[in-house]
Nanobody
């Protein structure tokens, strides 16, 4: 069983910052597209950002100017730096690992989620 371990969530005031971390097994992490998703109460889970093994990133329009996704391949860790946080960013944030386009076998793994609450 592949384990994705997340950390870094918490309570922060509007305008504040948090950095989320997710560590995965080396064999999966080395080739996978890594991503962050979030789900607020009563809403569908939505994609926040993804990053390929070579470092190509994509962002949701709602957070593109505020959040940065990065990965440290030596540490098998993906990060989400969250700046200028807004109350509407409040959600459970999930780490995701998915096969790249050149891999035949499809797979997808999820972390347990970490709560981010933005409130005064």
């Amino acid at each position: 069983q592949v384990q994705l371990v997340e950390s870094g969530g918490g309570l922060v005031q509007p305008g504040g910052s948090l950095r989320l971390s997710c560590t995965a097994s080396a064999r999966i992490f080395s080739i996978s597209v890594m991503g962050w998703y979030r789900q607020a109460p009563g809403k569908q889970r939505e994609l926040v950002a993804t990053i390929t093994s070579s470092g190509t990133s994509n962002y949701a329009d709602s957070i593109k100017d505020r959040f940065t996704i990065s990965r440290d391949n030596a540490k098998n860790t993906v990060y989400l730096q969250m700046n200028g946080l807004k109350p509407e960013d409040t959600a459970v944030y999930y780490c995701n690992a998915k096969e790249p386009s050149f891999v035949q076998r499809r797979y997808e793994f999820w972390g347990q989620g970490t709560q981010v609450t933005v409130s005064s």
